[in-house]
Structure formats: C-alpha cells, structure tokens
C-alpha cells in the first residue's frame, strides 16, 4: 500500500519506486497501488492514441503549413485555425505520445518517472488552455463578421490576431507554470477561465444561429424574386453565412469531445468532488485528444480554400508521380474583406 513520509513527502513501498519530492507537491498522488484497476483502461487508450497520433500530426501541420506559407489564406478567421491547428499539431506530437508513455509505462513498471508525467500533464494543460481559448475567440469573430461586417476590418486586422494568438499562447504557458509552482490560487483561475471561456462561445454560437437563420431565409427571398440582379451580393451573403455555419459544426464537435474532460477536472479541482477512479480520467482524456485529430477533417471537409491549397502542395508530373510543391506567388490578398463590404452593402439593403 502506497504511503507517504512525515518527514520529506515521498512515496514510500516495498514494491514502487520512490518519486520526487517535487513530483509528489505538484502532481495529483498517481495511485500506483492502483494499477491493477485500470490496467485495460490504461491500454486500450494507450494504443488508442498511439494509432491515431500519427494521422494527427500530419493532417495539423499541412493545414498550417498552408495557412503559413500561401498569403492569401491569411484571413483573421483562418490565423485563429491555424492557431487551433497548431495547439493539435501539439497535441498528437507532444501530448498523446506522451500518455502513451504514461500508461503502457504504469501498466509494465507500476511506476512512471517524473519527467513524463510532468511533460504529460504541462503539455495537456497549455494545449487544452489554447484550444479552448481559441474557439471562444473563433466564435466571437464570426459573430462580429455577421452583426458588424464593415466596421469588421477596423477591429480585427491581421496584426490584432498575431498579437491575440501571442497572448493567448504566454496566457496559457503561464497559468501552467504557475499551477507547478504550487500555487492553488493559479490552478483555480486556470480551470475558472476555462469555464468563463466555455460559456462565452456558447453564447456567441447561441446568438449566431439566429442571424444565420434569418439571413439564409432573406437569400431565398431575395434569389425568388431576382435570381440575376443579385447575385454578387446574395454570393457574399453566403460566404459569411457559411464561415458561420463551418465554426458552429466546429465548436459542437469540439463540445462533444472535450466536455467530459472540463467537467471531469472542474469536478475533481474546484468543487472538491472525490473521483474513485482514474479511468474517468483516461476515457476523458483520450476523447480530449481525438477531438485534435477529428478537427483537421471537419477542417478540410468545410473550409474549401485550405482543402485546395494542401492539394496545391502536390503537383503531378507527367509520369503521374506526386511531388511536393511549395507557393512562390507573393502576390494574392485575403479576399474575405471584400466579402464583408459586399455583405455589408446587402444588408443595408434589406
């Protein structure tokens, strides 16, 4: 049975390696003695993750690789995924392989060094932070793209969502440092955040699928009575309409994955909720983590300019072998400003 020293604070048994001192201050007691209980857990989730890392990283880095390299994808909405892609490019390169380590390494030692479990939980911790962060984000400027669309391109311009995406970055890296530091006041605004952050693209979701609603019934209006003379500006309507409409898919699947994780922890860390197994905790984890390798094919699957610029990136030769390509033209501009003047136009129309 596992125990704990009076006089130092480590884990004391005849059959489980002793841990750090600092591991045992900062990290939730592993229960090694427990093993035994979650052995099937602990591998099924193992190889779970093991074989879906891999679809992971390469599908996230393409999608920023595009987004980095062609200007024209640029746009303040496609930066936010890019930065969501990187935070899941992370995830199945750092994170997953890393609970890998954890629990086949639990499973055949009954013991996990420091290091790994302190790699798994900071990596966890800062990529869940700015997934989260940046959804809510996500959703916020769709919301101000379809209530707003001319003033749109004064508030969010590209230098804004650098410098957004820097903060949300250090924000997160921050708050996880400071919860190793021992400091519970940390931790409880880290996991607050995450709440606040939850509710606020609920509601921004919540008050867009009206105004999507709304304006998909005045497009149908609009083509029935003058299908030619409108055209352009029912097109631009449309664009907006289905940014919209690609977040909305994008968040609820998100939820889907990711809410057991945040109630779970929320649970356990803030209201003091005692949870008699781990394997809540892997089951929600590893659902946390496929969300990062679904993200990318909902990506390619909605967002049409991003799925014909990684197809860009491979060019047939004439003996039909597929080579690699990069973007030499500097030349394109994001085009979705344009787009929201036109929107814009429409709307005062009607």
Known sequence: MLNYSAENGTAISNHIPVDNGFCISILPDPEFDKIVERYATNLVTGVLNAVLSPFGVVANFLIV??????????????????CLATSDFLVSLVVQPSYVAFRITENTHRFVPCSVRLL???????????????????????YLALILPLKYTHLIRHSRVIKLVTFIWMVNVILTALQWAHNEIAKGIHLMSWLVLLITALVSQVRVLPIIRRHQNQIKQLQFRDPYRQKSSTSSSSMQIKFAANIACIMAVYLAFN??????TALHQIILIEINTYNLYSWAETAAFLNSTVNPIICLWRVKTIRRAIKELFHVEENGRKVFAGYSSSLEVPGNDIALVAYKRHQEHH
């Open 120 to 142: 798994y939980s900071t990596g966890f911790f800062i990529c869940y932070g700015v997934s989260l962060t940046t959804l809510c984000a996500i959703s916020c400027e769709r």
């Open 259 to 264: 809410l057991p994780a945040l109630l779970i």
């Open 65 to 82: 690789l595009v987004i980095f390299r062609k200007v024209s994808l640029q746009t303040p909405l496609n930066m936010l995924l890019g």
